[in-house]
């Protein structure tokens, strides 16, 4: 299972998007507060880490996310069935990115607080490169397969 590259892909890229459940992903600074957006929701820094708003769609998104990661480890072999489940992927995490980038513009024009990017912004395009690296060596495991049926 895990000696295939490409399954060494998928589970570099599930670490690496589970990462996105424990960090900030970007920071709000107004004059009285500073927040941090998580996966749960938007939280005080300062202070008592008071929850501010929710975030539901991201919670759910990355946790549907990391769970067809982790399926799609385990097909191993269904290749047809692991290649389309990892295009699938590959958008939801488009969408994760695009989701933390629309709630830190949100917040950041309802609090009317200045907007920081943190690094794990990059993490969900890590995932995305390991993702086609992982579509591309299924594929060619798929290739390999076909032309050895055609020799027999």
């Not at 998104?61 to 990661?69: C, G, Q």
């Not at 699938?88 to 994760?96: K, P, R, S, T, Y």
């Amino acid at each position: 299972m895990i000696q295939r590259i490409q399954s060494l892909y998928l589970l570099v890229a599930l670490l690496v998007t589970g990462s996105l459940l424990f960090t900030n992903m970007l920071y709000l600074e107004t004059t009285t507060a500073s927040m941090a957006l998580r996966q749960n929701g938007l939280f005080e820094v300062t202070g008592n880490a008071d929850l501010i708003g929710r975030t539901m769609p991201l919670q759910l998104m990355l946790t549907v996310t990391l769970l067809l990661l982790l399926v799609t480890i385990f097909l191993f072999k269904k290749r047809q069935l692991q290649l389309r489940i990892c295009g699938i992927n590959l958008a939801m995490h488009a969408g994760l990115s695009v989701l933390i980038f629309y709630y830190g513009k949100h917040f950041s024009k309802l609090f009317n607080a200045e907007l920081s990017f943190n690094w794990p912004l990059v993490l969900p395009v890590v995932s995305i490169v390991l993702l086609l690296l992982a579509m591309r060596s299924i594929l060619s495991d798929e290739l390999l397969i076909k032309s050895i049926d055609r020799i027999r």
